[in-house]
């Protein structure tokens, strides 16, 4: 489609450069084989990006596209991706030479396979050492400093809860004089619930 444009702005610039719909809608069937019913679809898919230029003029629509803006439009693209590689190269180049700058002292060898070794050792006897430590947790002042919080805030809730109960068991006994018992046996509040000491 786009050559419909070309073509008759090299070969009759000053006679027709800008088109209608209907004329588009003609000339691309014959010349260029497209469907007719695709005409317009694949018109306005240019227009939207921007390889086709339209402008309203009165009640008509006019397309047009001049091969300049299609050459400055590439070249600035070929400009862009350009600077795209350069940067890559770059960034590729400074990556090598901190990899080879990271390889520095880092050589195989003997020196280097010893400390390897001694330090998966050392690693080893620190995970024993940590599993004997967590044998032995229990007895850990911390540990059992932070259980005991953990108790008191679970007495603290245990204790709340077991007021809400008593207030909407007093209040259900107020409001509708049932009885306590069969208020228990409805929801399944056991007898001697009591608050935690």
Partial sequence: M???FFETFLLCFAQKDVFQLKDIEKIAPKEKGITSMSVKEILQSLVDDGMVDTDRIGTS???WAFPSKALHARKRKLEELETQFSESNQKKEALQKSIEKSKIGREDT???AALIKELAALQQ??????AEIDKYRECDPD???EMRQTNKVAKEAANRWTDNIFSIKSWAKRKFGFEESRIDKSFGIPEDLDYID
Wanted: hydrophobic letters at 40%.
């Fill in 2 to 4: 786009m050559e419909i």
């Fill in 61 to 63: 629509n006019y397309f």
């Fill in 110 to 112: 003997a020196e280097r």
């Fill in 125 to 130: 006897k620190k995970e024993q050492l940590k």
């Fill in 143 to 145: 540990v059992i400093e």
